[in-house]
């Protein structure tokens, strides 16, 4: 396999996601793959193998675990089959665990190649107030802590993530919690990455994403949880629709990234997720 390492949105090989991507996986068995992602050691790996009828099927592993969809991963693929396969605007479906998503990938005026990943339906569910009770547990917040005008929910676009919201930008920047703790919880829940946002204005959010369950203690940049907020957004009325969103996360690790994500007025529809690429 060709192993090949891009980061996710951002410009600076120094900030964003870091993902590895192998455009082509023909043939690689699963135990192969895990152990790949696994010895990379970023929080995704994405493993394409082209079919006959156009769709790539791609798959995504975390150092210890498979998922059913990585948003950063998406956006790194699409940016290094396009610097393979001509550099003008691409549109790629891809096959995914959580159903078909698209991505078209364009050059901005500087030269950034620029990808944009078209999520599966999104939808949220309430949480269960035992799971919500342990999850502030865990990580050391009180109800106090949320912010009422953005109720806590499930969300997903590819993967579920549980959305909560602080109102206070500090308590975003104090984040820690016990990992073991909050690694059982989301094996029984079914949650990829918990996302822990703060809102600056009606469309610009900051973010934070624990990823225990795939060994990784935080996401610096989580497309499929922007995806899922954006469907959340639009759900339950918090955003005037149609949308562009902007969310800053990685900031309180040290890795800035910046995802657009677009949410479109039409309930049901899938949700535009946003960022450059770049080689590390």
């Known amino acids: 396999m060709e192993i090949l390492r ?10 964003g996601n870091p993902a590895g991507v192998v455009l082509d996986a023909t043939g690689v068995d699963d135990a192969t793959m895990l152990a790949t992602a696994a010895e990379i050691g970023y929080s995704e790996t994405a493993f394409v193998v082209p079919s006959r009828d156009g769709v790539l099927d791609v798959r995504y592993f975390s150092p ?11 956006i790194a693929t699409a940016v290094a089959h396009a610097e393979r396969h001509g ?6 479906r891809l096959r995914t665990q959580a159903g078909l998503v698209t991505v078209t990938t364009d050059r901005t005026a500087d030269g950034t190649l620029v990808a944009t990943l078209v999520s599966v339906a999104p939808r949220t569910e309430p949480l269960e107030e035992a799971d919500l009770a342990e999850l502030l547990a865990i990580l050391g917040w009180a109800a106090e802590d949320l912010d009422p005008a953005l109720p806590p929910r499930a969300a ?5 993530h549980p959305v909560l919201a602080t109102a206070d930008r500090k308590r975003l920047a104090e984040m820690r919690y016990d990992m073991d703790a909050l690694t059982a919880l989301m094996d029984r829940t079914g949650w990829t990455t918990v996302d822990l946002v703060w809102r600056e204005s009606p469309t610009v959010f900051h973010a934070r994403n624990p990823f225990p369950p795939g060994g990784v203690v935080e996401d ?3 497309g499929a949880a922007a995806a899922a907020l954006g469907g959340y957004l639009r759900e339950l009325g918090l955003v005037a629709t149609p949308a562009t969103v902007t969310v800053h996360q990685g900031v309180d690790m040290g890795r800035p990234s910046l995802i657009t994500v677009t949410v479109p007025a039409e309930p049901g529809t899938g949700i535009g997720v946003a ?3 770049v080689p590390i």
């Not at 891009?6 to 900030?15: H, K, L, R």
């Open 64 to 74: 210890l675990a498979e998922v059913p969809f990585c948003g950063h991963a998406t």
């Open 275 to 277: 960022g450059a690429a």
């Open 87 to 92: 550099t003008g605007r691409l549109r790629l």
């Open 220 to 222: 610096p940049a989580t």
């Open 156 to 160: 997903f676009a590819g993967a579920w």
């Open 6 to 15: 891009y980061v996710a949105f951002s410009t600076d090989p120094a900030g």
